[in-house]
C-alpha cells in the first residue's frame, strides 16, 4: 500500500467529508441495531460478568438462574462440534487437479489465521445477539511481508453499511472503522505531520466515540484516533464494476486505491466483494441483519428469576420463626432471642394469649408450575431441551431410542449450523480469489492426511488463471475462467456420530456385504446410500482380489 500523500489525486479530501457525512447517516440507520446489542451485552455482563445485578433485597441479591446461559452454551457446544471446514468442486474437468490442490490447501490457510478461535468467539457473537461478521483481507504483513490472506473477527458494532438492504453486498458503500494509536499513525503517514491543523485539541485527528467506544466509553483509550476503511464500488472506463478501497481519518485521506496506478482501473479486489461476511441466526426481514437468543428468552429468564424471587422470599419468611407478643409479656427479649440461654426468666403465667408463633400457610403450588412451566417454555423456544442434552424422561432407556430424540430434537442446532456453513462457503469462495490475485509466487503447505501423516504441498495461483480455448469467430481469444464450488462439511464429527457409523458398518459386514460373492448385490446396495465414508467403500467392494498362485500374496486389480 502506498503511503504517500497524492495532491492530484482522483478522490481528494472533499470525497472524504461527502463520505463522512454518508457514514453518519449510516450510523443512525444503525442505531437500533447498536443499541440492542449493546444493552444485550450490559445485561449479559449483569448476570454473568461476576458482578451483583440490579434488585438487591434486604437478604440478598436478587435471584439469577441460568437456564438462557444453559441454553446458549448448549448451541454453542452444537456449532463447535461442527465446525466446518471444506472441499473444493471443480466445474470443469479440466480443473480437477487444481480443486483437490484447492480442497488441501484452504483448511491450512484457515488454520494460519486462527479461523477456530475466530469462528468460536463469531459463534458466541451469533447466538447471543443474532449476527457475527468475518473480514477476508489480503494482509501484505503477514509471512515475513510476503502477504497472505488473513481471516479476522469484524466488531458488528464498528461496521456500517446502507440501511435497509438485505445483503451488505448491495450497499453502496461500507465502513469499518477502529482505532489507531495517534503516534503510530503519524509515523506510517508522515504527510499528516504537516497537517496537524486539522488535529483537535486532544491530539486525535477523529471524534473516538466512532472506534469500537459504544460499551466501554471513552476511558483509558490514552491518544487514539479513529481511523476508518472505506470500500465503495465503481463502474470503471471499461464498463465493469469494480471494489475500491480509501482510509481516511477526520476530513484527511490516508490513501485510496482509485489514485493508485496499479488499483485505479482493476479495483481494490479483483472478485469485486467487500471483504465482510455476515453470519446470521434469526434474520430479520428486509434488512441484513437479524436477532439471537437473548431477544427470544431474555423475558421467559426475566419471569422465572420473579418466580424464583418470591419461592425464595417465602421460604426465608417460613424458616424465620416469628411470635405475636403482647407489651405484657414479663419476658427478656434479649434472653429470649439468645438460643444459648437454659433458663429465661419470666413475670408471670406465659400462655398463648401473651405469647403466639406466627404461622404462615403453606405455598399454593401454583407458583412452583408456573415456574416449571416458564422455565418448559424458555427450553422450547431456545431450543434447548433435556433430550438434546442427553436427558431423557418417561421410560425412555435404549440407546437406539435416545439417539432418535436427541436427533430430532437437534433440528434447531442443524439450523445454525447451515447458516455458519453457508457464511463459511461464502468466506472459502473470497479466499480463492485472493489466492488467485495474490499467490504469484510458490507457497509451501504442510497437509495432513485422513491417516494422521503429513505430506507437503507447493501452490502458486498458476492453475487459477484464465485458460486459452481457441479463438472465436471474430479472431479474438476465448478464455475460460476457472470456477469451483465449495462444499463444506464437518470438521470433527462427535462421539455419537463416529458410533453410529462404526454400528452401520457392523451391520453392514454382518448383513454379508463384504462377501466377495455378494460383490455387485453389494455395490447395487451401496448405490442408493448415503454416509461419510461410502465413496471409500464402493472403491474397496469395487476391486476384484486376485491371488498370486507363486507368491501368496495379494494384489489388487480394478475392472
Same mark, same amino acid.
Given at each position: 500500500?502506498?503511503?504517500n ?6 478522490l481528494?479530501?472533499a470525497?472524504?467529508?461527502l463520505?463522512t457525512e454518508?457514514? !453518519? ?6 442505531s ?10 450490559v445485561?449479559w ?9 440490579a434488585g438487591?433485597?434486604? #437478604?440478598?441479591?436478587?435471584p ?7 441454553s446458549?452454551?448448549? +448451541? ?6 461442527? +465446525?466446518?471446514?471444506c472441499?473444493?468442486?471443480?466445474r470443469?474437468?479440466d ?12 483448511p ?7 479461523f ?6 463469531n459463534?458466541?457473537? +451469533?447466538? +447471543?445477539?443474532?449476527?457475527?461478521? =468475518?473480514? $477476508? ?14 481471516i ?8 456500517f ?11 453502496p458503500?461500507?465502513?469499518?472503522v477502529g482505532?489507531?494509536d495517534?503516534e ?9 505531520? &504537516?497537517?496537524r491543523?486539522?488535529?483537535? *485539541? %486532544? ?5 473516538? *466515540? ?6 466501554y ?10 481511523v476508518?476503511d472505506?470500500?465503495?464500488?465503481r ?5 465493469r464494476?469494480?471494489l #475500491? ?5 477526520? *476530513? ?14 482493476r479495483?481494490?479486489y479483483d #472478485?469485486?466483494?467487500?471483504? $465482510?461476511?455476515?453470519d $446470521?441466526l =434469526?434474520?430479520d426481514e428486509g ?10 428468552g431474555?423475558?421467559?429468564?426475566g419471569?422465572?428469576d420473579?418466580?424464583d424471587? #418470591?419461592i425464595? !422470599?417465602?421460604a426465608?419468611a417460613?424458616s424465620?420463626?416469628?411470635?405475636w ?5 414479663g419476658?427478656n427479649e434479649?434472653?429470649?432471642?439468645d438460643? %444459648?440461654r437454659?433458663?429465661i ?6 400462655? !398463648? ?8 400457610s ?7 408450575? $408456573?415456574?416449571?412451566?416458564k422455565i418448559?417454555?424458555?427450553?422450547e ?8 442434552q442427553?436427558?431423557t424422561?418417561?421410560g425412555?432407556?435404549a440407546?437406539?431410542a ?12 442443524? &439450523?445454525?449450523?447451515?447458516?455458519s456453513?453457508r ?9 480463492i ?11 509451501c ?8 501423516g503429513s505430506?507437503y504441498?507447493?501452490?502458486s495461483?498458476?492453475?487459477?488463471q484464465?485458460?486459452?480455448?481457441g479463438v472465436?469467430?471474430?479472431? %479474438?481469444?476465448? =478464455? ?5 464450488d ?6 470433527r464429527d ?15 459386514y454382518?448383513?454379508g456385504?463384504? %462377501?466377495?460373492?455378494?460383490?455387485e448385490a453389494?455395490?447395487g446396495?451401496?448405490?442408493?446410500m448415503?454416509?461419510?465414508?461410502? !465413496?471409500e467403500?464402493r472403491? =474397496?467392494?469395487?476391486?476384484e482380489?486376485?491371488?498370486?498362485p ?10
Amino acid at each position: 500500500m502506498k503511503q504517500n500523500y497524492n495532491q492530484n489525486a482522483v478522490l481528494t479530501d472533499a470525497d472524504v467529508r461527502l463520505a463522512t457525512e454518508t457514514l !453518519e447517516r449510516y450510523r443512525a440507520g444503525k442505531s437500533r441495531l447498536d443499541s440492542r446489542i449493546s444493552e444485550e451485552t450490559v445485561w449479559w455482563r449483569s448476570r454473568h460478568g461476576g458482578g451483583a445485578p440490579a434488585g438487591s433485597t434486604k #437478604h440478598g441479591v436478587k435471584p439469577v438462574s441460568a437456564w438462557l446461559f444453559s441454553s446458549v452454551c448448549n +448451541k454453542h457446544a452444537d456449532l463447535c462440534d461442527a +465446525k466446518p471446514t471444506c472441499t473444493v468442486l471443480p466445474r470443469d474437468p479440466d480443473d480437477e487437479a487444481e480443486a483437490a490442490l484447492l480442497s488441501d490447501i484452504l483448511p491450512v490457510i484457515a488454520e494460519r489465521c486462527g479461523f477456530e478461535a475466530t469462528y468460536d468467539r463469531n459463534t458466541w457473537s +451469533k447466538l +447471543k445477539h443474532g449476527m457475527a461478521a =468475518y473480514g $477476508v483481507f489480503w494482509n501484505p504483513a503477514l509471512q515475513n511481508g510476503v502477504g497472505d490472506v488473513d481471516i479476522t473477527r469484524v466488531d458488528v458494532l464498528n461496521l456500517f453499511w446502507e440501511p435497509d438492504v438485505e445483503s451488505i453486498q448491495d450497499s453502496p458503500n461500507l465502513f469499518l472503522v477502529g482505532l489507531c494509536d495517534t503516534e503510530t499513525l503519524l509515523a506510517r503517514y508522515p504527510h499528516l505531520k &504537516d497537517r496537524r491543523a486539522a488535529m483537535r *485539541d %486532544d491530539g486525535s485527528l477523529f471524534t473516538p *466515540d466512532m472506534g469500537g467506544s459504544y460499551l466501554y466509553g471513552n476511558e483509558g483509550m490514552g491518544d487514539k484516533t479513529a481511523v476508518v476503511d472505506w470500500y465503495y464500488k465503481r463502474v470503471n472506463p471499461s464498463g465493469r464494476t469494480v471494489l #475500491h478501497y480509501a482510509k481516511f481519518t477526520g *476530513d484527511i485521506l490516508l490513501y485510496a486505491s482509485e489514485n493508485d496506478p496499479a488499483y485505479t482501473e482493476r479495483g481494490w479486489y479483483d #472478485h469485486g466483494m467487500y471483504p $465482510v461476511v455476515v453470519d $446470521v441466526l =434469526y434474520p430479520d426481514e428486509g434488512c441484513a441483519t437479524g436477532y439471537g437468543l437473548i431477544a427470544v428468552g431474555r423475558n421467559p429468564q426475566g419471569y422465572i428469576d420473579e418466580l424464583d424471587g #418470591h419461592i425464595l !422470599e417465602y421460604a426465608n419468611a417460613a424458616s424465620r420463626v416469628r411470635y405475636w407478643a403482647k407489651r405484657s409479656l414479663g419476658v427478656n427479649e434479649k434472653e429470649f432471642l439468645d438460643p %444459648d440461654r437454659r433458663i429465661i426468666e419470666v413475670e408471670g403465667d406465659i400462655d !398463648e394469649e401473651k405469647l403466639r408463633q406466627i404461622t404462615l400457610s403453606p405455598m399454593d403450588g401454583m407458583l412452583g408450575d $408456573v415456574r416449571r412451566m416458564k422455565i418448559d417454555e424458555l427450553k422450547e423456544t431456545t431450543g434447548n431441551r433435556d433430550v438434546s442434552q442427553g436427558s431423557t424422561s418417561g421410560g425412555v432407556t435404549a440407546a437406539q431410542a435416545i439417539e432418535a430424540l436427541q436427533e430430532a430434537g437437534n433440528k434447531g442446532s442443524r &439450523d445454525m449450523t447451515a447458516g455458519s456453513y453457508r457464511a463459511y462457503t461464502e468466506i472459502m469462495r473470497q479466499v480463492i480469489e485472493l489466492l488467485r490475485q495474490f499467490y504469484d509466487g510458490v507457497r509451501c503447505f504442510r497437509v495432513t492426511g485422513k491417516d494422521g501423516g503429513s505430506r507437503y504441498v507447493r501452490y502458486s495461483n498458476i492453475g487459477l488463471q484464465d485458460k486459452t480455448t481457441g479463438v472465436g469467430g471474430d479472431g %479474438d481469444t476465448l =478464455y475460460r475462467h476457472p470456477t469451483f464450488d465449495v462444499a463444506v462439511r464437518a470438521e470433527r464429527d462427535n462421539p455419537l456420530d463416529r458410533a453410529g457409523r462404526n454400528e452401520l458398518l457392523l451391520e453392514l459386514y454382518r448383513a454379508g456385504i463384504f %462377501d466377495p460373492t455378494n460383490r455387485e448385490a453389494a455395490l447395487g446396495a451401496l448405490a442408493g446410500m448415503e454416509f461419510e465414508g461410502v !465413496e471409500e467403500l464402493r472403491a =474397496y467392494l469395487g476391486r476384484e482380489a486376485v491371488w498370486n498362485p507363486s507368491g501368496g500374496a495379494k494384489e489388487d486389480t480394478y475392472p
